[in-house]
């Protein structure tokens, strides 16, 4: 059996959803009778990364100061490196004092479940520079267009903090029993497969012809053996393509063009930050726990509009101390298809080309022609791929 990575900061993954049917049943009952919140979505991607060991070695929601000092030093109070807070803010925390057990009901369920039980460590407000300016750290702006910064500074200011027990996996095992896997069940995976070096490949978008070829160039330059793509099931920006489509284009693109077993599509519960180089740290932190060796990151990685540089997400890798994470990077420039060497290279390896060397697509003429029932050129998509998308946008039409 091989020896996997380890997870981040411990030597055993900490997963807390709470396994034991008996206890998850007593703790439904316990939480009839507590005050409830109803939580963001943002808190509530927290919770389910929590529960499924994503975010190990953490017990529970941060307090303030260890938030203050994530956005100032990428590492809590204690001296864990973390790359961005993971908090429970609410706009009203009157109905609870510290002590307090509370029970947290689920945003972005019918009727407001129960998600998790959390135990209030301290109750702390952020005033208004002291959001603006871990805002600015985390995000690398302030712009309420940004839709990282309007979906945080929406949440409230109160830090409500303390560890939690989680009651379930919110929407995303029932919505996606395919698809969604816990960090535990992915370790377990690729034990099976015997995998040793194991590439991570995140993706909120479907997967065209550039992104599957960086899988293979990534694997056989690694000499990796396993490959997981681990795909954002949770709220992205209006206009992305939903998870359920993006699911079948990246699974029929897996099964006709890469071999038996080499290759895995799963997801996560969590809601797209946008935070670009933040975020890309936090990417290659819970792919760590879940098992990865090394992780994909490319141009413009967790970005949205031009907030960030190309491989701003890339070079902040480098202004980390070295043993802050096990896992390596794959860095990756723009990929594309050649005219010129038939095939998809990376950009900056393919000397002598010019930018009409290459077949380059913005995302909103590919829109265009799938919504128009037009297939992307084959250099760019692959036509099994491309009909899935077009029966969306068609549909959308």
Same mark, same amino acid.
């Given at each position: 059996?091989?020896?996997?990575?380890?997870?981040? $900061?411990?030597?055993?993954?900490?997963?807390?959803?709470?396994?034991?049917?008996?206890?998850?049943? +007593?703790?439904?009952?316990?939480?009839?009778?507590?005050?409830?919140?109803?939580?963001?979505?943002?808190?509530?991607?927290?919770?389910?990364?929590?529960? @499924?060991?994503?975010?190990?070695?953490?017990?529970?929601?941060?307090?303030? @100061?260890?938030? /203050?000092?994530?956005?100032?030093?990428? !590492?809590?109070?204690?001296?864990?490196?973390?790359?961005?807070?993971?908090?429970?803010?609410?706009?009203?925390?009157?109905?609870?004092?510290?002590?307090?057990?509370?029970?947290?009901?689920?945003? =972005?369920?019918?009727?407001?479940?129960? #998600?998790?039980?959390? !135990?209030?460590?301290?109750?702390?407000?952020?005033?208004?520079?002291?959001?603006?300016?871990?805002?600015?750290?985390?995000?690398?702006?302030?712009?309420?267009?940004?839709?990282?910064?309007?979906?945080?500074?929406?949440?409230?200011?109160?830090?409500?903090? $303390?560890?939690?027990?989680?009651? =379930?996996?919110?929407?995303?095992?029932?919505?996606?029993?395919?698809?969604?896997?816990?960090?535990?069940?992915?370790?377990?995976?690729?034990?099976? %497969?015997?995998?040793?070096?194991?590439?991570?490949?995140?993706?909120? =978008?479907?997967?065209?012809? @550039? *992104?599957?070829?960086? !899988?293979?160039?990534?694997?056989?330059?690694?000499?990796?053996?396993?490959?997981?793509? *681990?795909? #954002?099931?949770?709220? #992205?920006?209006?206009?992305?393509?939903?998870?359920?489509?993006?699911?079948?284009?990246?699974?029929?693109? /897996?099964?006709?063009?890469?071999?038996?077993?080499?290759?895995?599509?799963?997801?996560?519960?969590?809601?797209?930050?946008? @935070?670009?180089?933040?975020?890309?740290?936090?990417? +290659?932190?819970?792919?760590?726990? &879940?098992?990865?060796? %090394?992780?994909?990151? $490319?141009?413009?990685?967790?970005?949205?509009?031009?907030?960030?540089?190309?491989?701003?997400?890339?070079?902040?890798?480098?202004?980390?101390?070295?043993? +802050?994470?096990?896992?390596? #990077?794959?860095?990756?420039?723009?990929?594309?298809?050649?005219?010129?060497?038939?095939?998809?290279? &990376?950009?900056?390896?393919?000397? =002598? %080309?010019?930018?009409?060397?290459?077949?380059?697509?913005?995302?909103? +003429?590919?829109?265009?022609?799938?919504?128009?029932?037009?297939?992307?050129?084959?250099?760019?998509?692959?036509?099994?791929?491309?009909?899935?998308? &077009?029966? %969306?946008?068609?549909?959308?039409?």
């Amino acid at each position: 059996m091989p020896t996997l990575i380890s997870p981040h $900061g411990a030597n055993a993954l900490k997963p807390l959803f709470v396994a034991s049917d008996s206890e998850r049943a +007593a703790l439904n009952a316990e939480a009839k009778k507590l005050s409830a919140t109803i939580i963001s979505s943002a808190a509530a991607g927290n919770a389910v990364m929590l529960a @499924a060991g994503y975010f190990t070695p953490l017990d529970g929601f941060m307090t303030k @100061a260890d938030a /203050i000092s994530v956005g100032a030093n990428m !590492c809590t109070s204690s001296g864990l490196f973390w790359p961005t807070p993971v908090l429970n803010l609410v706009s009203d925390a009157s109905n609870f004092k510290v002590g307090d057990r509370i029970a947290l009901r689920d945003p =972005n369920v019918e009727g407001n479940p129960v #998600l998790a039980i959390q !135990c209030v460590q301290s109750i702390d407000a952020f005033n208004d520079d002291e959001l603006n300016t871990l805002t600015k750290q985390i995000y690398g702006t302030t712009d309420p267009e940004h839709p990282g910064v309007a979906e945080f500074r929406a949440q409230g200011n109160t830090a409500v903090a $303390g560890p939690i027990k989680v009651l =379930n996996y919110s929407y995303f095992d029932t919505e996606f029993p395919d698809t969604f896997r816990t960090a535990v069940q992915i370790r377990e995976s690729i034990e099976a %497969h015997g995998w040793t070096r194991v590439v991570a490949f995140q993706t909120r =978008n479907p997967m065209h012809r @550039a *992104h599957e070829e960086l !899988c293979h160039m990534a694997m056989e330059r690694l000499k990796a053996d396993g490959l997981i793509i *681990h795909m #954002l099931l949770g709220k #992205l920006k209006p206009g992305d393509i939903p998870a359920p489509v993006r699911d079948a284009a990246i699974r029929k693109m /897996i099964e006709l063009y890469f071999p038996p077993n080499s290759a895995e599509v799963t997801g996560y519960g969590f809601d797209m930050l946008y @935070a670009g180089p933040r975020e890309a740290l936090l990417h +290659a932190l819970f792919r760590q726990n &879940m098992g990865a060796t %090394h992780f994909i990151i $490319g141009r413009d990685h967790a970005g949205v509009g031009d907030y960030y540089e190309p491989f701003e997400a890339q070079e902040i890798f480098d202004q980390i101390p070295k043993d +802050a994470l096990k896992i390596e #990077l794959f860095k990756a420039d723009h990929t594309a298809y050649s005219k010129i060497l038939d095939k998809v290279v &990376m950009m900056n390896e393919a000397p =002598n %080309h010019t930018k009409e060397d290459f077949v380059l697509l913005s995302g909103t +003429a590919v829109r265009e022609m799938l919504s128009e029932g037009k297939a992307p050129p084959i250099e760019f998509s692959r036509p099994e791929v491309a009909t899935i998308l &077009m029966e %969306h946008y068609q549909q959308q039409n």
